[in-house]
């Protein structure tokens, strides 16, 4: 039982093979009407005023930081239970992350913050994780205090939305992923940065394509990063599909709340004021190894998001943190574990799982 999907291709078949035929047939294959309308159709989703869509996740959260001129010297507050690719971005643009801790909902603590903020401290990178909200309120209370930038990560909270607001839409720049097994997934990789800020869009869409804004004519040393037409109507098809798709994934989760009931077993908590898109559900157990393999028997496969938090990476050592450095990112990291959750997973299937939880 792992993640199907080619269930989420059957179910909209017709209208994607419609839309790739299309674009193979028009001799347009980049930069073209493909990608302005699905700017347009996402920008429109999310409640902002420009959307670039970009090659990937990493580079929409990398092509933020360049835009908002995170380089050497510049230290952004980067939470450390995230993928890899959160603080890579701060990396690759030049800059230095600083991790910080979760708070209960796997989201970055507020209070980390005001902690972990120094003179060289230049933005926030904010992640979605799992598909909740971070505390937005809080956290843009602090940082407009501060004089610090926001970035959400949101490569696991498309359609996810706090006290209304939705993610992506309320930092300074949000970064999203396309990556096939995210809640709006590509066929291949994809990704896009949102802004409500003309300037910066305009200085995204430069950056993307080689950091030049007319043909031939170089503004700034850019990078190669942008949604290829194919994607684009791709995604246009699943977008418009994006509101059943989140109802199914809450669905699925409201099973899972009621339907599992092991005291060895810790379930998601749910933020008052939050609207979880439930990218992931993720569970919390002291005996997690156990657990692995008394599914496993039974035919259900699960993940852990993430075993090595990213302080504790090889590629981090410099950094200097050791175990110990951050306790409750690495609570999380020791005891985590994802069970089946995707779109076109089955209520018998689901039930499977219920049951070899509550029986362990
Ligand atoms: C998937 C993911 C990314 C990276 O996206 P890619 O498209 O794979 O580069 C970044 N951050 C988070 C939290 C992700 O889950």
């Known amino acids: 039982m792992t993640n199907r999907l080619d269930r989420g291709y059957q179910r909209f078949q017709g209208e994607f093979e419609e839309a790739a035929l299309r674009v193979l047939r028009s001799g347009y294959y980049i930069l073209g009407e493909e990608l302005e309308q699905f700017e347009e159709s996402f920008a429109r989703y999310i409640g902002v005023r420009h959307c670039l869509g970009v090659g990937n996740g990493l580079d929409a959260l990398r092509l933020a930081c360049m835009a908002l001129d995170i380089g050497p010297g510049d230290e952004v507050i980067v939470p450390a239970n995230t993928f890899f690719a959160s603080a890579l971005a701060v990396t690759q643009a030049g800059g230095t992350p600083v991790f910080a801790e979760p708070d209960e909902y796997y989201c970055l603590d507020p209070e980390e913050i005001e902690k972990r903020c120094t003179e060289h401290t230049k933005a926030v990178m904010v992640v979605h994780l799992y598909g909740q909200t971070a505390r937005m309120d809080a956290i843009s209370e602090i940082c407009k205090r501060k004089g610090l930038r926001i970035i959400e990560d949101c490569a696991q909270s498309h359609g996810a939305n706090y006290m209304g607001r939705v993610s992506g839409s309320i930092g300074d720049l949000g970064c999203f992923s396309f990556y096939p097994s995210k809640n709006l997934g590509a066929f291949g990789d ?33 990078i190669n990063s942008r949604l290829d037409e194919l994607q684009a109507a791709l995604l246009s098809v699943r977008l418009k599909h994006m509101g059943e798709l989140n109802r199914e994934r809450k669905a699925s989760a409201a099973a899972y709340d009621k339907g599992i009931q092991n005291e060895k077993i810790i379930k998601p908590a749910v933020c008052l004021g939050a609207e979880h898109v439930y990218h992931q559900y993720v569970l919390r157990t002291q005996e997690r190894d156990r657990l692995i393999g008394h599914l496993k028997i039974r035919g259900i496969d699960t993940i852990i998001h993430y075993p090595v938090p990213c302080h504790l990476t ?34 018998t299937e689901q039930q499977r799982v219920i049951e070899a939880l509550n029986e362990f």
């Open 190 to 222: 994809g990704g896009a940065v949102v802004t409500n800020d003309d300037d910066l869009a305009a200085r995204i869409r430069c950056l993307r394509n080689y950091g030049s804004s007319k043909r031939y004519y170089y503004d700034e040393c850019g």
């Open 314 to 347: 090889d590629a981090y050592a410099s950094l200097g943190y050791k175990p110990g450095s951050l306790p409750v990112t690495e609570k999380y990291a020791a005891t985590v574990l994802s069970i089946p959750m995707y779109n076109g997973l089955k209520k």
